[in-house]
């Protein structure tokens, strides 16, 4: 019995030595806010719905299925390719005689789904026959829309033409699962800036109503708990406006140009992705 009490005197004083020292934090990797349940009930197929700053403000954006009632303030689902940009390798561009003579890499693509509003869009895309919008009327419906894109670089796509399937072929559109946040970048120098600055993944932005943009991939990108995840990619049969819808979740921290920020939870949507592009050469 002697021996026992002091082997087990000896057990309780390691344990309690191993609790003193200072252990390592649990480092949590793309921690994942669900949504929380809302009290504001979606009624329509397509949508957007996310929680917004201190004051946790719910935002619902809802495209009507009733287009009988849609009006100019109504909610419209928009696809569109942000950026159709060449990457070329400039390694010793400055020795050629002609500009042009720049070796083609590939290409960069975004596809973007937008929630704005319908008058917006009539503004941005008038038919033949409309009039010039006034810019009265511009400013005052260029605020409050939202929207993802899918930035991504094909260092495949050299060729003269191209077609549907480079657009298409996406990898954060491949399959469901969490995605990565991505960057559009820029290409203002005409250089590998924009090959170095894209970086595949999911961008979000939106643009408050006094105008400001907030977006994920503004300095520093910084996401201390964001997350963004696809539930389902499918194809559209439901009206054949896109090639995929997308449902998913999301939370994420925005800045401004300011390098403000803001944070987005309990993010969700439903949406369309991937327009049908008119095949053409390349695109500029």
Same mark, same amino acid.
């Given at each position: 019995?002697?021996? *026992? ?34 009290? $504001? ?10 929680? *917004? ?46 500009? #042009? ?19 917006? $869009? ?32 094909? *260092? ?6 191209? #077609? ?5 072929? =996406? ?15 820029? =290409? ?97």
């Amino acid at each position: 019995m002697g021996m *026992l009490k002091k082997i087990f005197i000896g057990l309780v004083l390691m344990v309690a030595m191993i609790a003193c020292r200072e252990q390592p934090p649990d480092v949590i990797i793309d921690p994942i806010m669900p949504p929380e349940p809302s009290k $504001h009930i979606i009624d329509n197929y397509y949508y957007v719905q996310y929680t *917004l700053g201190r004051q946790r403000d719910t935002f619902t954006y809802e495209i009507l299925d009733d287009t009988t009632q849609w009006g100019d303030t109504t909610w419209y689902n928009y696809v569109s390719e942000v950026r159709s940009e060449e990457i070329y390798d400039t390694v010793g561009a400055e020795d050629l005689e002609d500009y #042009d003579e720049r070796i083609k890499t590939g290409f960069t693509y975004a596809p973007t789904t937008t929630v704005l509003q319908k008058r917006y $869009h009539e503004i941005l895309f008038p038919g033949i026959e409309d009039p010039i919008p006034d810019p009265l009327e511009v400013e005052e419906f260029n605020d409050d829309y939202f929207s993802l894109q899918f930035p991504f670089n094909d *260092l495949t796509d050299t060729v003269a033409f191209w #077609d549907i399937e480079d657009y298409l072929n =996406n990898p954060s559109l491949d399959e469901p699962g969490l995605i990565a946040w991505g960057r559009v970048g820029n =290409n203002n120098l005409e250089d590998t800036i924009w090959n170095n600055d894209a970086r595949p993944g999911v961008v979000i932005s939106y643009t408050d109503t006094a105008g400001v943009e907030w977006r994920s991939d503004n300095w520093p990108t910084f996401q201390p708990y964001g997350y963004f995840k696809l539930e389902t990619i499918e194809p559209n049969f439901r009206d054949n406006q896109s090639y995929d819808i997308i449902n998913g979740e999301f939370a994420a921290r925005l800045y401004n140009d300011e390098q403000a920020f803001i944070d987005m939870y309990f993010g969700k949507f439903r949406l369309r992705i991937l327009g049908d592009i008119e095949l053409s050469p390349e695109p500029k």
